[in-house]
Nanobody, 116 residues
Framework: EVQLVESGGGMVQPGGSLRLSCAAS????????MSWVRQAPGKGPEWISH????????VYADSVKGRFTISRDNAKNTLYLQMNSLKPEDTAVYYC?????????WGKGTLVTVSS
């Protein structure tokens, strides 16, 4: 069974940093591309970053480019999102996602609140 468990969210002041983690199980993590998606209150899901399985190349949405860094540790089956220079508009529930056998799996998410 595919399982994704996010952690590391919390409340932070504008300009602060957080590091999110996503522990993966139930599939061979190193063989799959992974993504982070967020959903702000009252809004639809927003894809923010993707990391390839092979060369760990990365892609970012313009809204987070230069501030967020996605990475993976295949030995630990864990995906990360380092978030710097956080803004109030980054407030959202953050989810990691994997497409496994043609089906998108999401974790339950971790809440990030950016507020002074």
């Amino acid at each position: 069974e595919v399982q994704l468990v996010e952690s590391g969210g919390g409340m932070v002041q504008p300009g602060g940093s957080l590091r999110l983690s996503c522990a993966a199980s139930g599939f061979t993590f190193s063989l799959y591309d992974m993504s982070w998606v967020r959903q702000a209150p009252g809004k639809g899901p927003e894809w923010i970053s993707h990391i390839n399985r092979g060369d760990s190349s990365t892609v970012y949405a313009d809204s987070v480019k230069g501030r967020f860094t996605i990475s993976r540790d295949n030995a630990k089956n864990t995906l990360y999102l380092q978030m710097n220079s956080l803004k109030p508009e980054d407030t959202a529930v953050y989810y990691c996602k994997v497409r496994f056998n043609g089906v998108d799996y999401w974790g339950k998410g971790t809440l990030v609140t950016v507020s002074s």
